[in-house]
């Protein structure tokens, strides 16, 4: 089946400083990625839609200046958290449709769980 | 309005017994799928079941099976004979549209599943 990896799957970070976080499409070309925040015992978020060679679309209320996301080729959707703060820390998830023929269903990553200390 | 609906914040179910988890929806759309997604506590979304709005018949992928009725916008899913390992939080998605591609999905806040031995 189609196979999304996401790294790091943990990272803690200072607060002030930029995290990135990295998804990948392992064995399709995503042509788009979906971007979700998770706070705990809550459900996902939609945070952003990327698309591969075009700028992303935010949801209404996420900061497009503090949420980078680029998607610079098939397979690679980076999102990056500038300037993070306590309160950006939270469990993130990318997801990919694969267009595979019969499959319907959306692949997502293993998550990040970010903590800003 | 909330476009998807999981009235059971939490449930318990004896190992070996069925249990049903709901999830209502909303939409106008007349093309939409319905998805199910089993969350683990390591926080992967695990994809579970897929329900078309045009299937004519009930979804069934193993233990797993979703009792669609479209008349009344639910899609709840069945789970039989429980096993320790099905505990975790279960999601419900929407996707209006029936591409497979580009199209974000919409999650209801979870059902908790305990399974007791």
């Known amino acids: 089946g189609a196979v999304v990896s996401q790294h790091p799957s943990r990272v803690i970070c200072k607060s002030g400083t930029s995290v990135k976080i990295e998804c990948r499409s392992l064995?399709?070309?995503?042509?788009?990625m979906f971007w979700y925040r998770q706070f705990p015992k809550q459900s996902l978020m939609l945070m952003a839609t990327?698309?591969?060679?075009?700028?992303?679309?935010?949801e209404q209320g996420v900061e497009k200046d503090k949420f980078l996301i680029n998607h610079a080729s098939l397979t690679l959707s980076t999102l990056t958290v500038t300037s993070a703060h306590p309160e950006d820390s939270s469990f993130y998830i990318c997801?990919?449709?694969?267009?595979?023929?019969?499959?319907?269903?959306?692949?997502f990553g293993q998550g990040t769980r970010l903590t800003v200390v | 309005a909330q476009k998807i609906t999981q009235t059971q914040p939490g449930m318990f179910v004896q190992e070996k017994e069925a249990v049903t988890l709901d999830c209502t929806y909303d939409?106008?759309?007349?093309?939409?799928?319905l998805f199910w997604y089993k969350q683990p506590s390591s926080g992967e979304m695990i994809f579970l079941i897929y329900q078309g709005s045009y299937d004519q018949q009930n979804a069934t992928e193993g233990r797993y099976s979703l009792n669609f009725q479209k008349a009344r916008k639910s899609a709840n899913l069945v789970i039989s004979a429980s096993q320790l390992g099905d505990s975790a939080m279960y999601f419900c998605a929407m996707r209006e549209g029936l591409e497979s591609s580009g199209d974000k999905l919409t999650f209801g806040t979870g059902t908790r599943l305990a399974v007791r031995p």
């Open positions: 990327s698309n591969e060679g075009s700028k992303a679309t935010y």
């Open positions: 064995d399709f070309q995503a042509t788009t």
């Open positions: 939409t106008s759309d007349p093309s939409y799928g």
């Open positions: 997801s990919a449709d694969s267009a595979l023929p019969g499959r319907t269903e959306a692949f």
